[in-house]
């Protein structure tokens, strides 16, 4: 009987935050805050038993929960207590968290062998640009923008091969469930252009299988 677990959590903060502060800038203002959590998570095991019985467990579970933000201005303050003038005003927040698992196995048994796969994927991220109670100049244009790129790729197979009796089982889950934000509110804005925006691109391919052969 052979059992293996992997398992893998990831939560990263990375804030990039203006308050209470004026700013002068001659010429491109930029904010940025940015994460590429890259997760790879294998379970593999390959049983074999000349006597009775072979069992194979594998396992694998990955979660990111990582907050990437631009903070602009302070909600307490009074208007205008964040100020910033520049030639052009750039404020991004990306996320693109990547999430790569395998669970299989193999159980070979002379008389009764037993396979079993899991595998549990979880991406949760907030990713965001709020600017509040802020006054923002800009004699080119002002972008504030958050973008969250998930992709989660898993599989858990499994195997089993017995004279008398096999079984296998494989169970895979894999969710994305990011919040993305980009907001401006109580503030003032000059600008040559505005762009707020906030997009999400989320892809999750999920494998699941499972092989039973029975000598009789």
Known sequence: IGLSFVGNQ????????????????????????????????????????????????????????????????????????????????????????????????????SKAALGAAVTWNDIANLTSVDVTRSRLDSRGAVTLAADNQATILAGAVAGAVGNNAAISGSFAWSEIGNTTRASLGDSRVAAGGLDVRADSSSDLFTLSGAIAAPGT
Request: proline share 1%; net charge negative; hydrophobic share 50%.
């Open 10 to 109: 990831v939560d990263n903060v990375h804030v990039v935050e203006i308050a209470n502060a004026q700013l002068d800038v001659d010429g491109a203002a930029r904010l940025d805050a940015a994460d590429s959590t890259a997760i790879l998570g294998l379970s593999l095991g390959v049983g074999v038993a000349s006597d009775k019985f072979a069992g194979m467990g594998n396992a694998t579970a990955n979660l990111i929960g990582n907050r990437t933000q631009v903070l602009v201005g302070d909600a307490g303050a009074g208007p205008d207590s964040t100020r910033i003038d520049a030639g052009s005003l750039h404020a991004t927040a990306i996320d693109a968290s990547f999430i790569g698992s395998l669970a299989g196995n193999v159980a070979i048994g």
